[in-house]
């Protein structure tokens, strides 16, 4: 990517509370995967246009000054330099001689590295413990069919290991024989049960149905006339990571 008619930048937050300023020539992985990996970048503020450097560098300065969490990473050796590039009074108001910093231009998003990791090491934990909780699951359904064999065998319903009970629970479930669903709704309804029939549908597949038809080049949808009269679509958003 090129940037004939401008001057492209972009900051980072050092992990020891100094500011640094780099040019930028359209390369998005300077400043995401170069810096995820990068255990001494704190904070990062994406590509902007500047003039100059030194003007790029105080309104990278003014903006992580400005960020709710900066000041709880901003060392004291730095107070001086960030002075000197803003021209702070003892009010701390930008004064004639430093950069006017425009209501627009100190609302630029900071990213926030160190929680992407935290969210990167959270996936990753909880995947292990999805992993490690489908292994107990698989292991306790073993343990309980060999179980309920032995407790059959020794005409028992109950016992107590180590002080702790161990019973067996009667659960009792009802379903469609052979799966004719409508063949069972119908003897409910002739037998006075119809309160018992519930005529609904499946969210999960309705919508797998409407992903399916999206036109992904304009984001219509192709779908029966009227399907919005009496259904909602919308779309929502999840931060995922690699593993």
């Known amino acids: 990517m090129e940037w004939p008619d401008k001057q492209m930048w972009w900051g980072y937050l050092h992990t020891a509370g100094t500011i640094h300023v780099k040019r930028w020539f359209g390369d998005p992985r300077d400043y995401t995967e170069a810096c995820i990996d990068n255990p001494f970048v704190a904070r990062v503020m994406p590509p902007f246009e500047s003039a100059s450097r030194e003007e790029a560098e105080k309104r990278v300065i003014a903006v992580f000054k400005a960020n709710d969490n900066f000041q709880a990473d901003y060392h004291n050796h730095c107070e001086k330099e960030l002075k000197d590039f803003l021209g702070y009074n003892n009010q701390s108001k930008i004064d004639a001689k430093g950069l006017q910093m425009t ?3 100190t609302e630029v998003t900071v990213i926030d590295i160190t929680k992407i ?7 990753s934990q909880k995947r292990q413990l999805e992993k490690d909780l489908d292994e107990v699951k ?19 319903d109950s016992i107590t290991v180590d002080g ?5 629970k009667r659960d009792t479930w009802t379903s469609a024989l052979e799966g004719d ?13 119809d309160f018992y029939v519930n005529e609904t549908f499946n969210a999960t597949s309705i919508s797998a149905y409407v992903r399916e038809h999206r036109n992904e080049e304009d984001g219509t949808f192709d779908l029966p006339e009227g399907f919005t009269d009496y259904f909602k679509i919308s779309d929502t958003f999840k931060i995922r990571t690699g593993k």
């Open 103 to 105: 209501e627009k231009q």
């Open 138 to 156: 698989l292991r306790r359904e073993e343990l309980e069919k060999n179980l309920l064999e032995q407790f059959a065998e020794a005409g028992i």
């Open 181 to 193: 669903r409508a063949k069972a709704c119908t003897f409910l309804k002739e037998h006075g049960l």
């Open 164 to 168: 702790k009970k161990v019973y067996l």
């Open 117 to 123: 990791k935290e969210l990167q090491a959270l996936d």
